[in-house]
T-cell receptor
Framework: QQQVKQSPQSLIVQKGGISIINCAYENTAFDYFPWYQQFPGKGPALLIAIRPDVSEKKEGRFTISFNKSAKQFSLHIMDSQPGDSATYFCAAIRESGNQFYFGTGTSLTVIP | ETGVTQTPRHLVMGMTNKKSLKCEQHLGHNAMYWYKQSAKKPLELMFVYNFKEQTENNSVPSRFSPECPNSSHLFLHLHTLQPEDSALYLC??????????????FGQGTRLTVV
């Protein structure tokens, strides 16, 4: 059973537009939710993360929105740029209990 | 450059071969990880080492054997692999093994093909 469901699988956005990637989880024991960015030929790199005690976290053009009651969280990329083209992974972690699950990834293409 | 170096970058091996993947981190971290990344599947955590001690083995088949001689080096020994083991194998390191390596630095990976 997949613990973290991520959508869409791929996304194409015009330059300057907003990219939105969604994730949903089942286990309410998860207590840390990071997003990773992966460029071709590179390993994933931590982009931004949130804990469930806040509903939103913003870092530059990247924002995580967190809906605890719906068990959903999403990544918003404002003013998307061609350099943002990459694969994005969400993850859900339970700090105790050794539980760490990634989503299946979203391939983002930003068209100039 | 993230400070985590993996070699080789690409590896093709037969099902009867024995090979090893190497990972080295120059960040002074004390936790290291092996992940498997297959196409259209979630990243799978395979092994966790914290202060050179294996703290997690996520039901990984015995044909994968990790080794962590010190906190800077991590190996993954491979033998009698199957074609379905073909994937990108990622090494990562972090200062502590909590929160479960989320703030880990990843290497570029080894692209493994089993023929």
């Amino acid at each position: 059973q997949q613990q973290v469901k991520q959508s869409p699988q791929s996304l194409i956005v015009q330059k300057g537009g907003i990219s939105i990637i969604n994730c949903a989880y089942e286990n309410t024991a998860f207590d840390y939710f990071p997003w990773y960015q992966q460029f071709p030929g590179k390993g994933p790199a931590l982009l931004i993360a949130i804990r469930p005690d806040v509903s939103e976290k913003k870092e530059g053009r990247f924002t995580i929105s967190f809906n605890k009651s719906a068990k959903q969280f999403s990544l918003h990329i404002m003013d998307s740029q061609p350099g943002d083209s990459a694969t994005y992974f969400c993850a859900a972690i339970r700090e105790s209990g050794n539980q760490f699950y990634f989503g299946t990834g979203t391939s983002l293409t930003v068209i100039p | 450059e993230t400070g985590v170096t993996q070699t080789p970058r690409h590896l093709v091996m037969g099902m009867t071969n024995k090979k090893s993947l190497k990972c080295e981190q120059h960040l002074g971290h004390n936790a290291m990880y092996w992940y498997k990344q297959s196409a259209k599947k979630p990243l799978e955590l395979m092994f966790v080492y914290n202060f050179k001690e294996q703290t997690e083995n996520n039901s990984v088949p015995s044909r994968f054997s990790p080794e962590c001689p010190n906190s800077s080096h991590l190996f993954l020994h491979l033998h009698t692999l199957q074609p379905e083991d073909s994937a990108l194998y990622l090494c990562a390191s972090s200062q502590e093994s909590r929160p479960r390596g989320a703030e880990a630095f990843f290497g570029q990976g080894t692209r493994l093909t089993v023929v």
